[in-house]
């Protein structure tokens, strides 16, 4: 059974920093793409960064290219988001996804993904 679990959000002021985990388990990690999530309110869950640890292939949607960074660690099967010079439009709930290596189309809707975590909730005060 896959199982995703998230942490590391909290409230945070403009500019600063957090850096979210989500720990994988119930399968082989390497088999697998993956990617956050976030979903503000009264919006579409939205794929903001993914990435594929087997074969080493990364995606980043415009507002967060430069600031975030996606990055896994296979010892430990956990994927990492590292989110820098916060905005306060970056508040949202933020979810891991995981789907086989080749079914995660991280430009499509959220919808097609199976596998999700409990969500971590971000919040960016001004």
């Known amino acids: 059974e896959v199982q995703l679990v998230e942490s590391g959000g909290g409230l945070v002021q403009t500019g600063g920093s957090l850096r979210l985990s989500c720990a994988a388990s119930?399968?082989?990690?390497?088999?697998?793409?993956f990617g956050w999530f976030r979903q503000a309110p009264g919006k579409e869950r939205v794929a903001i960064a993914c990435?594929?640890?087997?074969?080493?292939?990364?995606y980043y949607e415009d507002s967060v290219k430069d600031r975030f960074t996606i990055s896994s660690d296979t010892a430990r099967n956990t994927v990492y988001l590292q989110m820098n010079s916060l905005k306060p439009e970056d508040t949202a709930d933020y979810y891991c996804?995981?789907?086989?290596?080749?079914?995660?189309?991280?430009?499509?809707?959220?919808?097609?993904?199976?596998?999700w975590g409990q969500g971590t909730l971000v919040t960016v005060s001004s």
């Open positions: 996804a995981a789907e086989v290596i080749g079914r995660l189309d991280c430009t499509a809707n959220w919808r097609a993904v199976e596998n």
């Open positions: 119930g399968f082989t990690f390497l088999d697998y793409s």
């Open positions: 990435i594929s640890p087997g074969d080493d292939k990364f």
